[in-house]
């Protein structure tokens, strides 16, 4: 009689324990399953901002880190774009400046600045005269020039307008001096 008792005791005890502790597991489980999948989303939604310009699809992306749960992440990871936009923005500063470099070495019209090539003798959009031309080979001058260098003709005084000789030469230094870069 005592003995049945003690173990009908002992058995109502184990059970609630039991069952106690399955719950207090499975609360945990889901709780830690919950803050994972929320993790989740979250760290999607801050990726999406680092690559994506658009707050639509940001809200896109973060939607897919939510559900499917566990597997949006995933597909997230796979159609994100390759580049943050910090990385974007980098490389395109690079081509500016890659591109500015590639244009100072270019001489420009000092009046209109259109581009010229280095043998032009006037400027094909203004007629601003550039160079004047050798009277014994036709060489394209610099307007500072004493002396044709490719037949050594002397180049008259008169031939050569200083006004435009001095803008010219100030806007060749201007070239060769490096810029501060911008940005
Ligand atoms: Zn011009
Ligand atoms: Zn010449």
């Known amino acids: 009689m005592t003995l049945a008792l003690a ?3 002992f058995a109502s005890v184990h059970g609630v324990f039991h ?9 945990l489980a889901i709780f830690l399953a919950v803050v994972f999948w929320l993790s989740l989303a979250f760290w999607v939604y801050k990726d999406a901002r680092r690559r994506i310009d658009d707050p639509w699809l940001v809200g896109v ?3 897919l880190g939510l559900v499917p749960p566990y597997i949006g992440p995933v597909i997230y990871l796979l159609f994100r774009p390759a580049e943050t936009l910090d990385e974007t923005k980098a490389r ?5 400046a890659l591109e500015e470099h590639v244009n ?8 209109c600045t259109t581009r010229v090539e280095a043998d032009y003798l006037v400027c094909p959009v203004c007629a601003t005269q550039l160079r004047n031309a050798c009277t014994s ?7 500072l020039w004493q002396m044709c260098p490719y037949c050594a003709t002397p180049i008259e005084p008169s031939d050569v307008d200083m006004d435009a000789a001095l803008t010219a030469e100030t806007r060749e230094i201007a070239w060769r ?7």
């Open 61 to 63: 992306a973060t939607l």
């Open 137 to 143: 080979c036709d060489a394209p001058l610099e307007p």
């Open 177 to 183: 001096e490096p810029r501060v870069a911008e940005g």
């Open 104 to 111: 100072r070495r270019r001489p420009s019209c000092p009046v």
């Open 7 to 9: 173990a009908s005791a």
């Open 92 to 96: 395109r500063a690079e081509l500016r």
């Open 19 to 27: 069952s106690t502790a399955f719950v207090v597991a499975r609360n």
